[in-house]
């Protein structure tokens, strides 16, 4: 079942990756919501017609790819698109409830390792560590939140990396391969408002 998208990125470095999820959606980018390279210049209007228009696009999405990008925490908006997308909005009677999300690490210099690290723990099993100061603490406090925890290995304690935290984490080449099997984890994650998650909810 496709579900409506937004997707939230630094548009200075992460249009490409833009373009390239939505081609990948094939027929189902029919239901991205998000600006287009046909969408209207909004550059020189006010904060408030941004956040307007912005609102309208998200309203009625189930699921935000949010692009984990380098310099992503020196955009004005993804912080507060994520928040919007996680709150309850009602317009005319009607409650928009919070997204599922998913994070896309941009592929950069080659690889990922600006951003994450892999370690091989004693028992065998693989844990991987995230530069959480790239990010923002909105993004950071819906990581490792699963309550109560399923934990993948009991001695070492890591958690699944799609269930484990509300936000997961997918390279940009592993998300291109099979965009839906990500949608659809983030989707199933929200729907219940999000029961079995701690959330954090604002900035």
């Not at 249009?15 to 029919?30: T, V």
């Not at 996680?86 to 919070?98: I, P, V, W, Y």
């Not at 484990?164 to 929200?190: C, H, M, Q, R, W």
Request: net charge negative.
């Amino acid at each position: 079942m496709a579900h409506k998208t937004f997707i939230s990125y630094k548009w200075s470095e992460a249009q490409q990756l833009r373009d390239d999820i939505i081609d990948a959606l094939g027929e189902d980018a029919s239901y991205y919501k998000g600006e287009t390279s046909d969408s209207p210049d909004l550059t020189d209007t006010t904060t408030d017609n941004i956040k307007k228009n912005l609102r309208d696009m998200m309203y009625d999405t189930s699921v935000t790819i949010v692009i984990i990008s380098p310099h992503m925490k020196e955009s004005k908006w993804i912080d507060w698109e994520i928040e919007y997308c996680l709150k309850d909005e009602t317009r005319k009677g009607r409650t928009s409830h919070n997204n599922g999300v998913v994070g896309v690490i941009m592929k950069y210099n080659g690889g990922y390792d600006w951003f994450k690290t892999t370690h091989k723990n004693a028992d065998g099993c693989s844990s991987t560590t995230y530069e959480e100061s790239k990010v923002y603490d909105i993004i950071n406090n819906n990581r490792f939140n699963q309550n109560p925890k399923k934990y993948s290995c009991d001695v070492c304690k890591t958690v699944n990396s799609l269930t484990g935290s509300y936000i997961a984490y997918v390279d940009e080449e592993t998300f291109l391969a099979n965009p839906f099997k990500y949608i659809n984890n983030a989707y199933d994650k929200s729907e219940n408002d999000a029961a079995g998650y701690d959330l954090t909810k604002t900035r």
